[in-house]
């Protein structure tokens, strides 16, 4: 039975790792435009069926071009878009180093490091990928996932606040900001966050999945079921309650594989 109200040590690395690809929403700019979910990925038509073949394809244009910006962020995506995260991390810096002033390669860069583990470093370079004069509320999103890493919840709040004094209401923004909450244990408050970014996401499968993890972790089962599958087909429905299920069972498992759990059976949207 779901202990309402607490959250485990190792849940918490499980929401860690949640809010790390929520936070990769926010890292998006005009020549960056993937975005991936939260919990799972936003259903889209872009993604490659085969993405091995998008790394070759990829991967021959950035040979034939290694020094266009948009070969070097394509390619950094279809290596994410592999698993290959180390990778896509040295493609990017070394694009980064080539062309140091390009925006569009840090925020690329950024997210690669985010996806790799290097928060700290990842937090750096999203810095200079815009300016306090024209903020992009975007990257402030990624920043804050980037310090929730780091454990450093009330600073990121305040990127998220930014971000959303730039774009009220923005769902990605708000679906951030309720697992911020939802690491530093605060149910409730992830909860409201989460509702809210819920209403202002239409049928976003991953604002939906988090906030059914909000409401499963106080115990509240039905409720968490009904929202994870609302308004989608039935097969796709069970198996986001399954997976659902699978991963507030694992706060009682300590070696609990964080990077198997995706919640919503959705595709990655470009």
């Not at 948009?70 to 180093?97: D, M």
């Not at 959303?164 to 769902?171: G, H, N, V």
């Not at 697992?179 to 991953?206: C, F, I, N, V």
Request: aromatic share 4%; with cysteine; net charge neutral.
């Amino acid at each position: 039975m779901l202990e309402p109200f607490r959250v485990t040590r190792s849940l918490s690395v499980v929401i860690s790792a949640m809010l790390l690809a929520s936070g990769l929403c926010g890292c998006q700019t005009a020549a960056t435009p993937d975005v991936t979910g939260s919990l799972g990925d936003k259903a889209g038509s872009g993604r490659a069926a085969d993405p091995r073949r998008e790394v070759e394809a990829s991967q021959s244009r950035f040979q034939t071009s290694p020094k266009d910006p948009e070969a070097a962020l394509q390619y950094g995506k279809a290596l994410r878009g592999a698993g290959q995260r180390a990778q896509a991390v040295a493609v990017l810096e070394r694009a980064t180093i080539a062309q140091p002033g390009n925006k569009a390669l840090l925020a690329g860069y950024g997210r690669a490091l985010l996806d790799n583990g290097n928060f700290q470093q990842a937090f750096d370079v999203l810095g200079r990928a815009h300016t306090p004069d024209d903020p992009d509320w975007r990257i402030l999103s990624a920043q804050g996932a980037a310090l929730d890493q780091l454990g450093r919840y009330d600073e990121a709040r305040q990127y998220y606040a930014s971000a959303l004094k730039i774009a009220p209401d923005e769902p990605t923004v708000l679906s951030n900001l309720g697992l911020s909450y939802l690491l530093s244990k605060d149910l409730l408050k992830a909860e409201e966050t989460l509702r809210s970014a819920y209403g202002h996401a239409g049928t976003d499968p991953r604002v939906r999945a988090n906030l059914a993890l909000a409401v499963g972790l106080q115990g509240r089962m039905a409720e968490a079921e009904k929202i994870a599958k609302a308004d989608l087909p039935p097969e796709e429905g069970a198996a986001n309650v399954a997976q659902l299920k699978q991963l507030l069972s694992r706060q009682g498992n300590s070696r609990a594989e964080v990077d198997k759990i995706p919640i919503a059976a959705t595709a990655r949207s470009q």
